[in-house]
């Protein structure tokens, strides 16, 4: 069984394999040239709030193992098999690559949801692939009690099992199903062993192996299938850019589950070059810096509000050490393993690009990716100016870009168009959504981003700005339409429509227009957050500030003029100010 998807036209596939760009190994073969003592994840974050441990350490033989054991249990005990869809929703522990290592070596096919995810998000994505099991936590409040599981349950006609990595009344943990499993290993590693055996490789690698979240711009959040072949070349060449040794610790600080932080190279291409990779709950930055210091970390990825929390820190305990009277060395940081950040996700200021190096005396890459695919990197020997102000060139030749104008013309360098992009890892449909497919793809294939860019003589990119109904809230992703549908299911409100506004420390933040049904309405924010809570989506989808108004300005075509709308709320902003 697999999963269908729009497929690469079988000319470019020989091309692509013929490059050695697609070289038909599945995932699972990410981990296995570590060495068997090398370590492969230290997981800094507590599996629970009961636990007393705090720093637990997996070598590439556990990560190997261990998922080969859960693959057998997942197997044998919940009958999961090939091209069985399975919801994850996992925090930054090290069973999150656990897990997606056991289901790679099953054929089974994930959705990692992100942990900020709500009931909203989960029913959404169960709705769209109709897995078998749920792997999750019940630190999430969500499933602190059976209630959300039970109506995922009646949601989802196939969903049968929970596993839950923390032990209660009505889950198994993993933690209990490893130890077991552990007990009687060498049967099931040959169990493993021999099922692995019956698949093709060369088949399988050009399937769907996981499924990836868009950001979205539309009202249903979309899912991106990724095969094993795309990815691991996304993975093999971002790595390289980067490159990273088996001498790499690299810290992992945003949410795991996401593209950035898993396969640019993130923690997929550490183990492919057989590194270590070190777990962060949050990108908080006291406790990050600890972290570089104990662990000598050598690398880092951020999103731009992390970025500045990083430095912002830094400089101030600079600055008071620098002041006063007894000034004492060994009060400064010493970050000297440290070697590379990476800032990416959204836009990324001069301002703060030039203070990064500066303050945390190492390299800065910048990287523009997305989670259909494409992503460019600036180079670690490019020009300085080249590294502060552009995001980036594509990862490899075979990657083709153009910038269009409003009627798909491609402008000349250094002009402001849209960045449409097709190649050896951009998808060619989302899945299951051929509405959607045929306004965001064209008939050649092309994805068009909804980016707006410059690119130089060179190939560099620049971004402007943003053609789709999008709000970047420092990395993380709103749709706008999404929010105001639900806004819309309110008895007391007529019209909505969400827009950014500019923040000094997110970059953007939401800003939710209405116009109330009622003249004389009694809508309040306070009211508007409740509400949307109860709806159950994710916090950081709940607008940053809501604008009573009487009409919504209207485009020519009839539509919200969210041009105008983002005009008001700056305006309002700078007055306040
Ligand atoms: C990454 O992936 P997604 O899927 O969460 O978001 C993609 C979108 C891009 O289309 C662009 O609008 C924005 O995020 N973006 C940036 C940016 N990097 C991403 N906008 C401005 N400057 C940047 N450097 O965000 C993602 C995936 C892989 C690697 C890095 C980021």
Not at 106 to 133: C, D, I, K, M, W
Not at 180 to 190: C, G, Y
Request: charged residues 25%.
């Amino acid at each position: 069984m697999t999963i269908s998807f729009t497929r690469w036209p079988e000319e470019l596939v020989s091309q692509y394999r013929k490059k050695g760009y697609w070289i038909n190994k599945p995932l699972t073969d990410l981990i296995l040239k570590g060495d068997d003592d090398k370590v492969a994840i230290v997981c800094t974050g507590r599996v629970s709030a009961h636990s007393t441990e705090e720093h637990r350490t997996f070598t590439y033989r556990d990560l190997r193992e261990q998922s080969s054991v859960l693959a057998y249990f997942l197997a044998q005990n919940l009958g999961v098999s090939e091209g069985d869809t399975v919801l994850v929703q996992l925090p930054n522990i090290a069973e999150f690559y656990i897990v997606y290592f056991a289901l790679m070596k099953l054929g089974a096919v994930p959705v990692n949801a992100l942990f900020s995810h709500n009931e909203r998000e989960l029913r959404s994505y169960s709705e769209q692939v109709n897995p078998t099991v749920f792997i999750g936590s019940n630190t999430h409040k969500l499933f602190s009690d059976d209630a959300f599981a039970t109506e995922l349950k009646k949601l989802s006609p196939n969903l049968e099992h929970f596993l839950l990595v923390e032990v209660s009344e009505w889950a198994m943990s993993i933690d209990t199903v490893l130890t077991k499993a552990i007990e009687t290993k060498q049967h099931a590693l040959e169990s493993i062993f021999a099922m692995q055996l019956q698949r093709d490789e060369h088949t399988v690698s050009g399937e769907v192996a996981f499924f990836q979240l868009s950001g979205g711009s539309t009202g249903t959040p979309k899912l991106i299938p990724r095969t094993h072949n795309d990815y691991y070349f996304s993975i093999r060449r971002s790595a390289e850019i980067c490159e990273l040794t088996s001498d790499e610790r690299y810290l992992c600080a945003l949410p795991c589950a996401h593209n950035y932080p898993m396969s640019s190279p993130g923690a997929f291409g550490v183990f492919w070059a057989g590194g270590t990779v070190y777990m962060a709950p949050s990108p908080e930055p006291q406790a990050c810096l600890d972290l570089i210091e104990k662990y000598r970390i050598t690398m880092a990825a951020l999103v731009p509000p992390a970025a500045a929390m990083w430095v912002d820190a830094l400089e101030s305990s600079m600055s008071a050490s620098n002041s006063s009277a007894s000034f004492k060395p060994d009060g400064v940081r010493q970050l000297d393993s440290l070697r590379l950040i990476q800032v990416g996700g959204a836009k990324l200021s001069d301002s703060l690009a030039r203070r990064i190096p500066q303050t945390l005396g190492c390299q800065l890459q910048q990287v523009l990716g997305m989670a259909e695919g494409l992503v460019n990197y600036t180079r670690l020997d490019d020009d300085i100016e080249t590294i502060m102000t552009t995001q980036g060139r594509p990862m490899c030749s075979l990657d083709e870009v153009k910038v269009v104008d409003e009627v798909g013309n491609e402008v000349t360098n250094g002009e402001a168009g849209e960045l449409v992009t097709r190649g050896p890892y951009t998808i060619r449909g989302y899945y299951n959504a051929p509405e959607h497919n045929r306004q965001v793809f064209d008939e050649g294939g092309f994805y068009y981003t909804g980016d707006l860019v410059r690119q130089d003589e060179r190939g560099y990119l620049t971004v402007v700005g943003r053609d789709k109904d999008q709000i970047n809230r420092g990395g993380e992703k709103i749709a706008a339409e999404e929010v105001e549908n639900l806004l819309l299911k309110h008895e007391l409100i007529m019209h909505s429509a969400l827009v950014s506004m500019p923040d000094k420390t997110m970059g953007e933040k939401s800003c939710a227009f209405i116009v109330p049904k009622l003249k004389t309405h009694t809508l309040k924010s306070v009211g508007l957050r409740k509400y949307l809570r109860t709806h159950g989506i994710a916090d950081y989808k709940i607008p940053d500030r809501f604008e009573f108004i009487d009409t919504l300005p209207l485009t020519h075509v009839g539509k919200p003029n969210k041009v105008m709308l983002r005009q008001i709320i700056s305006e309002r902003l700078n007055k306040e100010r």
